[in-house]
């Protein structure tokens, strides 16, 4: 069961999740309806290898990573999901039992719903069935990119399309991170990884201190990433509409949306 706190359901929420601002409002209604936004907090556990998949968080704000760990206790990324999508994509294959650890890197909040209420929708929903069988696809993609980048790419370029993607999720300039968080993310000694960040602190495209990273400079970071992180937007922009807002008010039994 996912130990995510609840947030209380008068609270005032605007939707950022992607894949939710794709349906159609009356889907997305329903959704919502069997829904409850959660919080993430830094480090928690929201999907454990080999365990059942209960719950689909739909992630709202900050990012989680899938993690897969070897006998000797080394730990490493395997996909990075944000507002984009949906921790545990494998269950839009059929699976009930997770394949990775998931856990959270950037706190923020995601909406959950249970994994057979989703399931259930998607059977009588065309549209939706075929959104998620997109997203599968775009995650399969950047699973395939993500590994190609690791053995491919310069460490500082990794750190950028990284931190880039860190900076989309947080929907902030700040967020936290420390050099220990990146280097499992990148799978990659903490020593050339503080380098690295020495590297772009000097360029004056980030600012790191206690723990915390500060974008300074977005465009230069862009132009030190490795081609990935541009294809991966531009994949994902291929299937899903531009970024949108809505405003939800009273998740649950009576729920209401207004989109702006």
Known sequence: MPTASIIPVHTRLGINNRLLLALSPATLDRLLKASEPVALSKGEHIETAGQPITHIH?????????TKAVRDGRVVEIAAIGIEGIAEFVTLLGMDRS????????PGMAIRIRREVLMHEMEGDRPLRELMQAYVCFGLKEVARHVACIRLHHLDQRCCRWLLIAHDHALSDDFPLTHEDLAMML?????GVSVAMASLVKAGLIEHKRGRVIITDRPGLEAASCECYREMQTELDEFLPAKKSAQLFEVGQNTKVRRR
């Open 99 to 106: 394949l990775v650890d998931t856990a959270v890197r950037i």
């Open 187 to 191: 799978g990659y000694q903490r020593a």
């Open 58 to 66: 739909f992630i709202n704000r900050g990012l989680v990573c899938a």
